[in-house]
């Protein structure tokens, strides 16, 4: 059985940081893209980041600069370091896994940013 679980959301000041956390198990670790979403309020869900089973790592535009996806295959664990946040950052915080035609999605984590 597939689970995702993210960690390390939170409530914090515009300018803060944090790391949010994501533990995989029941896959094949190692093959898999593992991405970042978000989802607002109101709004559609949007990839944030992305590592690929080779390392290679894509960003939204809107937090190129800010936010570092990383991870450590050994612990079937993904990380995204999040620094500089600002309030439009807001939102709902969901881990996926992905290769070839399966894509599984964790539960989500709340990150919401004060101005």
């Known amino acids: 059985q597939v689970q995702l679980v993210e960690s390390g959301g939170g409530l914090v000041q515009a300018g803060g940081s944090l790391r949010l956390s994501c533990a995989a198990s029941?896959?094949?670790?190692?093959?898999?893209?593992m991405g970042w979403y978000r989802q607002a309020p109101g709004k559609q869900r949007e990839l944030v980041a992305a590592?690929?089973?080779?390392?290679?790592?894509d960003y939204v535009d809107s937090v190129k600069g800010r936010f570092t996806v990383s991870r450590d295959n050994a612990k079937k664990m993904v990380y995204l370091q999040m620094n500089s946040l600002k309030p439009e950052d807001t939102a709902v915080y969901y881990c996926?896994?992905?290769?070839?035609?399966?894509?599984?999605w964790g539960q989500g984590t709340q990150v919401t940013v004060s101005s």
């Open positions: 996926s896994s992905s290769w070839n035609t399966y894509k599984h």
């Open positions: 029941g896959i094949y670790f190692s093959i898999y893209t």
């Open positions: 590592i690929a089973a080779d390392g290679t790592t």
